[in-house]
Nanobody, 132 residues
Framework: QVQLVEAGGGSVPAGGSLNLSCEASGNFYRGYDTMSMGWFRQTPGKEREGVAA????????AYADSVKGRFTIFRDNAKKMVYLQMNNLKPEDTAMYYCAAASIAFWQLGRWLSGTVDSAYWGQGTQVTVST
């Protein structure tokens, strides 16, 4: 049974930083290091938004335009961890942040963030609140 567990959410003032983490456990069919990992977010009443994604073997990540230059996604396959470093946070970044995994090719990262490619696994989410 695959599980994704997020941590690191919290409340910060605008301009602050948070580092989210996601720990994977269980047996992925072809191994954790074959999965692309991503971060998505959602606020009540709004559609889920793809934030950042990174391919199984690394390479250039994909980001939503709204977070480019402020957020960085990176992974540690040995620890089955993926991280989202969030700097210069804005009130509009307030949301529940979810970790996700998908068995997709590198060229599909953008499509995954846009919602046209499905995720295989989801975490339970961690709340991020940015105050003015």
């Amino acid at each position: 049974q695959v599980q994704l567990v997020e941590a690191g959410g919290g409340s910060v003032p605008a301009g602050g930083s948070l580092n989210l983490s996601c720990e994977a456990s269980g047996n992925f069919y072809r191994g954790y290091d074959t999965m692309s990992m991503g971060w998505f977010r959602q606020t009540p009443g709004k559609e889920r938004e793809g934030v950042a994604a990174i391919w199984s073997a690394g390479g250039a990540p994909a980001y939503a335009d709204s977070v480019k230059g402020r957020f960085t996604i990176f992974r540690d396959n040995a620890k089955k961890m993926v991280y989202l470093q969030m700097n210069n946070l804005k009130p509009e970044d307030t949301a529940m942040y979810y970790c996700a995994a998908a068995s997709i090719a590198f060229w599909q990262l953008g499509r995954w963030l846009s919602g046209t490619v499905d995720s295989a696994y989801w975490g339970q989410g961690t709340q991020v609140t940015v105050s003015t």
